[in-house]
């Protein structure tokens, strides 16, 4: 178990990785690093669509949000793109 969670946590970070280095691309359309900008600023800042005194739906925002922003701005990168840097990121030594 402990084995999956770090064999996890490292393709977690390699992806962030990837997303980094598609956001500093310059091939990365601009619409696209809006989104992946926009999902990365409202899982940082603290501002939440549903106040976080409610208990349970204080994370239903996160969990709806978040994921389409992120899959609106990998939508709109191309394909070539992400593989690409997915390549350079693999290459890396851990």
Request: glycine share 4%.
């Amino acid at each position: 178990m402990l084995e999956k969670l770090k064999t996890l946590g490292k393709q977690v970070k390699k992806e962030v990785g990837v997303y980094q280095a598609v956001l500093k691309d310059k091939e990365t359309p601009k619409l696209a690093k809006f989104f992946l900008g926009l999902a990365i600023a409202y899982a940082l800042f603290p501002i939440d669509l549903i106040p976080d005194f409610i208990p349970i739906l204080r994370y239903l925002d996160d969990a709806i949000i978040l994921p389409i922003l992120f899959l609106l701005a990998i939508k709109f990168i191309p394909k070539n793109i992400i593989e690409k840097h997915r390549k350079q990121i693999n290459e890396l030594p851990e």
